[in-house]
């Protein structure tokens, strides 16, 4: 009984530890987009109904637009509303914090022969959270990363008992997914690829040369084409939301993708500012997708390759390389993997935290252990910056802007040119006042190409002007300073990289309405600056 408590309690302090780190996190900043998934939420539960129309851009009024995370809006803005902003983040730190344990006990079912994964799992899922950091806090996105862990949980369960009964599950997994992120979108890609792997498993366990593959949990091609119903049934299901086919109508206007060379989030971590924790993880999982390949075909050893992990490890890796945004998911379905080939690589003893016959130095770790969690809870604890309102606290956004327009009420018919990334604090800070563009519809189709792409040619020198006239603009609010990058040590002086170089686009928008007679700054603080068109 001493060793499970002793268990028990170092896995409680690890998750709690983590639980605090994100938490921490998710104070440090503010999401830009938090504002419109709030109003969003606000406008649901008050009229009991889902959005079908466009209200917030004056460019895309009245244009048909569907909220595929209408019910993670809701929930956040009730959350908001009734408990207030620390529930809210107590609420999507616990997301991740629930989808690390249920991964956790996934490879302690399926993946793992003997407990002896306690070490390897702690250090690469605090490696994984931390990587993850800069896409978790108040991101609706992590709802997607929490259904993933459930749905793997199905996989694998299924993989190991053939026991169709399970698959079931999937059902309303997807149709709540497809409730509050395009993430679902994903998740069937998923299944499609565990269909076609299972079969290309069968098939070639059929031949001698390809022995070196592990076909421990493989399948029958009728437990295989059994899997194929199910596929489809996940797809209906994701039918069973308020827009119906609307949802894949809506989505299919999202093939131009030129957001993925705009939107920092949605480049490779490789780009400045370079993640270097993501960069340590992928080269981790590469490393070992290799070994494990170079020692399944040796013949010295018996090492065996689960096609399985090695293929959709891979595929997510190749998503990850491309972007930024994808590497939380490269973290979760690369992870079994990597506990796999490390416990088996160092063939560890059942744990020696809680193994009596080694000896009784390794003992002396325990409270070491313990005291280093509860330290780094202390930390993070009184770290926080515990405010209760992020929107008037922050100093990252133009909260006095908005409130001189709030307070000149002869701004309020001029028409409204607003940098993107302000767009969502501005629908929850200044509803009232309709927007360019904000992080919704950024890539709805608009004038043959993207309203981004509309967007950024306002900072082209030769089509500025020509872009203010035909939109009819007479207000404009952009930040006063240009969001210059500065190098770290290691990017100066190993890298080689030039902080001048990096930073010397012009702004042509803001120079245009400083020399032209036609604008005047009309409010201007360190943040921001209004500019109004002359009459």
Do not use: C
């Not at 899922?125 to 997607?144: D, K, N, Y």
């Not at 509050?180 to 001698?208: D, T």
């Not at 939380?328 to 809680?354: A, C, E, G, R």
Request: glycine letters at 4%.
């Amino acid at each position: 009984m001493k060793k499970i408590k002793f268990l028990h309690v170092v896995w409680a302090l690890f998750y709690i530890t983590i639980f605090f780190i994100l938490l921490n996190n998710s104070y440090s900043y503010l999401d830009p987009d938090l504002g419109w998934h709030l109003k969003v939420g606000e406008q649901i539960l008050a009229e009991k109904s889902i959005p079908n129309a466009e209200l917030y851009n004056y460019t895309l009024e009245g244009r048909a637009w569907v909220d595929h995370e209408w019910l993670i809006n809701g929930a956040t803005y009730w959350i908001y509303h009734n408990l207030g902003y620390l529930a809210l983040n107590i609420f999507f730190a616990s997301i991740i914090v629930v989808s690390l344990i249920i991964i956790n006990l996934l490879i302690q079912k399926y993946i793992l022969e003997e407990k002896n994964g306690l070490i390897f799992i702690i250090f690469f899922q605090t490696i994984g959270v931390i990587a993850s950091l800069p896409h978790f806090g108040i991101r609706m996105q992590e709802i997607t990363i929490l259904n993933l862990t459930l749905l793997f949980s199905i996989i694998y369960h299924y993989n190991k008992n053939q026991n169709a009964k399970i698959l079931f599950f999937l059902f309303p997994l997807f149709a709540f997914w497809a409730s509050v992120h395009a993430g679902f979108l994903i998740g069937l890609f998923i299944l499609f690829i565990w269909f076609f792997i299972k079969l290309f498993e069968n098939l070639l366990s059929r031949y001698k040369y390809f022995q070196i593959i592990d076909y421990k949990n493989k399948l029958t091609i009728k437990q295989i084409t059994i899997i194929l119903p199910f596929f489809f049934g996940a797809i209906i299901s994701t039918l069973i939301t308020p827009y119906g086919l609307r949802l894949y109508q809506f989505l299919s206007d999202y093939q131009n993708t030129i957001y993925l060379k705009i939107l920092r989030e949605w480049q490779p971590f490789y780009y400045l500012p370079i993640q270097y924790w993501q960069l340590l993880y992928v080269g981790v999982v590469m490393s070992i997708i290799i070994l494990v390949l170079v020692y399944a075909t040796a013949k010295k050893n018996d090492w065996k390759i689960n096609l399985w992990d090695i293929s959709i490890s891979l595929i997510f890796l190749f998503l990850a390389l491309k972007s930024r945004r994808h590497f939380p998911l490269l973290f979760i379905i690369s992870f079994p993997l990597l506990i796999y080939f490390f416990t088996n690589f160092f063939k560890m003893p059942i744990d020696s935290f809680i193994n009596k016959k080694l000896p009784k130095e390794y003992f002396i770790i325990k409270p070491y252990i313990m005291i280093a969690m509860l330290l780094i809870i202390a930390a993070k604890l009184i770290g926080a910056n515990y405010i209760t309102d992020p929107f008037i606290s922050t100093n990252k956004f133009p909260r006095d802007a908005i409130e001189f327009l709030k307070q000149n009420p002869e701004f309020n018919n001029l028409k409204l040119f607003n940098k993107y990334g302000w767009g969502g604090y501005l629908i929850w800070m200044l509803p009232e006042k309709k927007l360019f563009i904000d992080g919704r519809l950024s890539q709805f189709p608009y004038a043959e190409h993207t309203l981004l792409e509309e967007y950024l040619e306002f900072f082209q020198e030769k089509k500025v002007e020509k872009k203010i006239k035909d939109h009819n603009i007479k207000l404009v609010l952009i930040p006063q300073k240009e969001n210059y990058y500065k190098l770290n040590w290691f990017e100066k002086h190993f890298l080689l990289l030039n902080e001048e170089n990096i930073n010397k686009s012009e702004n042509y928008l803001k120079k245009y309405l400083n020399n032209s007679l036609e604008w005047a700054i009309a409010y201007s603080d360190d943040v921001s600056s209004i500019y109004v068109k002359n009459k």
